[in-house]
């Protein structure tokens, strides 16, 4: 048999859990409304991947900001907590399957989007 590829997805935190998710990791720094500690339906919150609340406040979902978000958040995702996290995402993904969740109603344009591409470009 041949080695699991890694992959690495974005889901919202309200879609049920599928099979082919893997490790279910929560990358919000909020705690999502609706769910508490015993519904979690995620192996991990890694709340210091997400973007400062600086950086959340000042984006604002608002699209037109979005590519500078990517620049601002990604190199935030270059020092301290963050790439620890990171890190430890990374290591998750070679081992299998990862998909990120976030809370985020516009996914496409989201932090979390963000992480995954980049840890997408660290496996390959």
Do not use: C
């Not at 270059?78 to 998750?92: I, K, M, T, V």
Request: proline share 3%; charged share 30%.
């Amino acid at each position: 048999m041949g080695q699991q590829r890694s992959s690495v997805r974005v889901r919202r935190v309200y879609q049920p859990k599928e099979a082919e998710d893997g490790h279910r990791v929560l990358v919000d720094r909020l705690w999502p409304r609706g769910f508490s500690a015993a519904s979690a339906d995620w192996e991990v919150w890694e709340r210091d991947v997400a973007p400062s609340p600086e950086l959340r406040r000042w984006y604002g979902h608002q699209v037109e900001r979005f590519d500078a978000f990517r620049d601002r958040y990604r190199r935030e995702l270059g020092a301290g907590a963050a790439l620890a996290a990171r890190e430890r995402l990374l290591r998750q993904a070679r081992e299998g399957a990862l998909t990120l969740l976030t809370a985020t109603r516009d996914v496409e344009h989201s932090a979390a989007q963000v992480l995954a591409e980049l840890l997408s470009q660290s496996l390959s």
